[in-house]
């Protein structure tokens, strides 16, 4: 190879050869290299599997890039433009070596070319030499990280009350660990393609049983609460029910729910409690909808008689303001000694002064007061 270049371009040359030196001579001594290939003093690993396979290849290109880094000094020596011996790192590398460079251009590419291709095969090596390092530096953790991980999911399966049976994954996690000496990246693949995938599946499956256990102890709580307010809601239904029988009859009286309904009510929530200590969370989960609704019953119907029992006691007040406005009005008509306004409204104001009130006679009579009351002389 010939090359005609200005002063400018030759230390150009320069300086691309002396970084590729250095690039070179770094993935030579680089630890991953040598724990792959072995020298004098270190013999190689005995790799197995895609480690040996990559090794293989890594191996190649280092000694490609050292053929090719001393075929790029001589083309440049020759050509005139410098004289720089091989760094001793690389000089020793080479001795014996062919130039056969199956990874680099042949010997009619330009030196340009041999230079380009040279520094791809720098990164590439780099980034092999990288899932080396990556692989006997982290598997150890990751292995560890996975057991950890495996027992805490035991830990978990155990508080939610299912069989778990973690043996093969234990297994799995023991063969990684023993190919990891011979085949790091082929233990590393297994890892994040087998064990991996399978403790996701299994973290997320005991999340959303987890999810559903909160969901379905939050609503048995809720639950308890309701029991609670239903029985403070029917003390109050019962207090004013004794006030309305107490001052006034009617026609129409609601039955109250009974309390047994409400401790019915009550220890069917505890049944679905001890379902749910037992891991049925689904089930439990389906039967407090219906729980629910009967809850739902029962509240209607205790609010209900409730607010009847308190509207017959406002009805009596309102009775009562009627009547004073009755008689407001016969007074302003000179009608108040009338024997047509007088009896009844005498007797309606009697009525409401007994206990119980009897309330649809005193609407009746003061009814006959406001009828004539009505009419003229």
């Given at each position: ?120 095969n ?57 190919a ?13 393609r087998?064990?991996?995938p ?27 609460r ?31 729910v ?25 089930a ?25 029992a ?68």
């Amino acid at each position: 190879m010939s090359i005609s270049v200005t002063g400018l371009v030759a230390r150009r040359w320069e300086d691309d050869l002396a970084a590729l030196a250095a690039d070179v001579t770094a993935l030579y001594e680089h630890p991953g290299y040598r724990r792959i290939a072995g020298d004098a003093r270190t013999p190689g690993l005995l790799l197995e599997g895609a480690s040996r396979r990559e090794g293989e290849i890594t191996v190649a290109r280092v000694r490609s890039l050292l053929v090719g880094f001393e075929g790029l000094r001589v083309a440049v020596e020759q050509a005139g433009l410098l004289h720089r011996p091989t760094p001793p790192p690389l000089r020793s590398a080479l001795d014996g070596a062919s130039l056969a460079n199956p990874h680099l251009p042949d010997e009619s590419a330009s030196p340009a070319a041999v230079r380009d291709a040279m520094v791809t095969n720098v990164r590439a090596v780099h980034s092999s030499l990288g899932a080396f390092a990556n692989a006997w530096t982290d598997l150890p953790s990751l292995l560890d990280s996975c057991v950890a991980e495996l027992a805490a999911l035991q830990d978990r399966s155990v508080a939610l009350g299912i069989a778990f049976a973690p043996a093969s994954l234990t297994a799995a996690l023991d063969r990684v660990r023993l190919a990891g000496a011979a085949d790091p990246l082929g233990a590393m693949a297994e890892l994040q393609r087998e064990v991996a995938p399978k403790l996701g599946r299994i973290a997320a499956d005991l999340s959303a049983r987890e999810h559903q256990r909160d969901e379905t102890q939050r609503q048995l709580e809720l639950a308890r609460r309701e029991v609670e307010r239903l029985r403070g809601a029917h003390a109050t239904a019962v207090t004013s029910i004794a006030e309305r029988d107490a001052r006034l009859t009617d026609d129409s009286r609601d039955a109250l729910v009974s309390l047994a309904e409400l401790q019915a009510l009550l220890d069917w929530r505890e049944k679905l409690a001890g379902s749910a200590n037992a891991g049925h969370w689904a089930a439990v989960g389906k039967a407090l909808e219906t729980w629910r609704e009967r809850a739902a019953e029962l509240a209607e119907h205790i609010a209900s008689t409730s607010a009847a029992a308190r509207e017959a006691i406002d009805e009596r007040r309102r009775l009562r303001g009627w009547l004073v406005a009755l008689n407001a009005k016969a007074g302003a008509l000179r009608r108040a000694e009338d024997a047509a306004f007088c009896a009844p409204a005498l007797e309606a104001h009697r009525l409401l002064h007994l206990r119980p009130t009897p309330m649809p006679r005193v609407r009746a009579l003061l009814e006959t007061c406001q009828s004539v009351l009505a009419h003229e002389r």
